[in-house]
């Protein structure tokens, strides 16, 4: 999929393994799974990639001339496999949630494609996308938000029932709600109470039933336990990783919280200004982080013991997006605030590029 004067250089892929999600699937078929898919699984062969770029176009300045474009992807690659789980970090307005809306088919992309069990999801008719959206469902930040209060649980949990399997059956929509609420401990008589009667973790947990009642390969959690008390934070990520063991669950988390992301994730993206600077696993990036940007972060972070002297700050603020000239970008985009520019910083982009091992960065200089 290319749109416009996006160059093709950049047009790769967004994918989520679909065979590697296959297999999950399959796997999770033979444990205590939600539900089932039944597809033959072969051997995954390593994805191959294409980036997503997301560009949002302005209003003209003047009549004649062309209408602006802000970057808010600039071909962001990511693979999420069977049973893994992916985190993207950085700061706000670095692309996190437009890519989360990418992937969950909310927000087509200007160029690359979104890969969802071998599809491109903005490639299928509809009746076909709505199909394949009960695959990858969505915990949202605010339990308290996202729960509608004049419904009862039952209402809630069924509702994606609704609008993407079109489930009229009411033995039926009582059982998976059931079995939705068991799989996160609650009980089925929860289904008969509204969300206020219910803690802020019981909260998230409702929440988390209601993505899983579609019985997905894949959920995309945003900043899931950013909105609860830390005694209950621990409780959640908890319950998500036993979800993952039981039901083969792949997750793609964003998140700003970096040690939620070291405790839930095997691998991390790291963005800045909607580009991935650094990716690879999460035990090698926090051990040892390539990019000024990801050491910056990491230092950033307050822990018990080190001298507050010794913790490094972010020079500046976040820029806003700007929009881009001439449709290009120039330069290292974390230049203006990195430590470590040097003159062809600012005059010519890095590429994400491999390193050691399994790892990438997008640094001059890494
Ligand atoms: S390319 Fe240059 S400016 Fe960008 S992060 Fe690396 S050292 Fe800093």
Redesign the pocket.
């Known amino acids: 999929m290319a749109v416009g004067s996006v160059p093709e250089a950049v047009a790769k892929l967004l994918e989520v393994t679909e065979q590697a999600l296959w297999n999950g699937i399959a796997q999770a078929r033979n444990g205590n799974r939600l539900g089932d898919v039944g597809h033959a699984v072969e051997e995954t062969a390593r994805p191959h990639r294409y980036g997503v770029v997301r560009d949002y176009v302005l209003p003209r300045r003047r009549l004649l001339a062309p209408a602006p474009r802000l970057r808010a992807l600039h071909g962001v690659d990511l693979a999420v496999g069977a049973g893994q789980s992916v985190a993207v970090v950085g700061e706000s307005g670095c692309g996190k949630s437009t890519l989360a809306r990418t992937v969950l088919a909310l927000e087509a992309p200007s160029a690359g494609t979104v890969r969802l069990l071998g599809r491109d999801l903005f490639a299928l008719p509809p009746a076909e996308l709505r199909a394949m959206r009960r695959h990858v469902q969505m915990v949202f930040q605010d339990p308290y938000g996202s729960l509608d209060p004049r419904r009862k649980v039952g209402w809630i949990v069924a509702e994606p029932l609704d609008a993407l399997e079109r489930v009229r059956d009411r033995g039926e929509r009582r059982e998976r709600v059931a079995e939705a609420l068991g799989s996160v401990g609650l009980k089925a008589g929860d289904a008969e109470k509204f969300p206020h009667e219910f803690s802020g973790g019981q909260r998230q947990r409702i929440a988390i039933a209601r993505a899983l009642i579609t019985r997905p390969g894949l959920i995309v959690a945003d900043e899931p336990v950013s909105a609860l008390d830390v005694s209950v934070q621990a409780q959640v990520l908890n319950l998500l990783a036993d979800l993952q063991e039981r039901l083969g669950l792949s997750y793609l988390l964003i998140s700003h919280d970096l040690a939620v992301v070291r405790h839930v994730a095997e691998e991390v993206a790291v963005m800045y200004l909607g580009r991935i600077v650094e990716q690879g696993p999460t035990s090698a990036v926090f051990a040892d982080p390539l990019?000024?940007?990801t050491k910056a972060l990491l230092e950033a972070v307050p822990r018990v013991g080190r001298a507050r002297r010794r913790r490094a700050t972010i020079a500046g603020e976040t820029p806003g997006l700007e929009p881009l000239a001439n449709g290009q970008e120039t330069g290292?985009p974390?230049?203006p605030r990195?430590p470590?520019?040097?003159a062809h910083?600012h005059a010519e982009a890095?590429a994400l590029a491999p390193r050691d091992g399994d790892r990438e960065a997008a640094?001059?200089?890494?």
């Not at 640094?363 to 890494?366: D, F, Q, R, S, V």
Request: with cysteine; charged share 5%.
């Open positions: 990019h000024p940007y290292c974390f230049a990195c470590l520019a040097e910083c890095p640094c001059h200089l890494a």
